[in-house]
């Protein structure tokens, strides 16, 4: 940990708490196939709930300028960040939305989109061609059920995104009990 604090600049703007956190997201994205400094970024917007410019930005997590700047485009094409302007500052600055649940239905949405809904269409298009029906029985069997449980998981999680948060925090928080109450019923 000592190296971690020892990284930061005199005049940090983040608490020992905030910059763990901020490191702690960037590592965490990394594992989700998302670029470090993309992570941290958005966990630096999110943590501090205000539009900051790339500059700041840059000095804050002591990153290149550039990679900041293609960060802040990623984000921008996953909707995670928009652009605003303040008054009296011409700069572009960034903010993320601050409601956890708007960022969570983003990531979902854009994670859908980019990911499993062209294996869906891929599943789609194969099952449609002619030369399906010459591949293996068992082979098609599976190919069909994977795409009829990949079409029921798409539409189970729309119909879960479209629910309140209070809603889908009590769905969430009923695990085993859907069990029992699928077996009774």
Known sequence: MASIMSAQPASDPLSPLSRRFVLHWGEMGSRWGVNRTVAQIHALLFYTGRPMHAEEITEILAVARSNVSTSLRELINFNLVRIVHLHADRRDHF????????????????????????????????????????????????????????????????EMLRLEPTT??????LGGKIKALLRDG
Do not use: H
Not at 110 to 121: G, M, N, Y
Not at 168 to 173: G, H, Q, V, Y
């Open 95 to 158: 903010e993320t939305s601050k409601d956890v649940w708007t960022l969570f239905r983003t990531v979902v949405r854009e994670r859908k989109a980019r990911e499993f809904d062209p294996t869906v269409a891929m599943l789609k298009a194969l099952a449609a061609e002619d030369a399906f029906a010459n591949e293996p029985d068992d082979a098609r069997a599976r190919m069909k059920e994977t795409l009829a449980l990949m079409n029921a998981l798409s539409g189970w999680g729309d």
């Open 168 to 173: 889908l925090m009590k769905l969430m928080t």
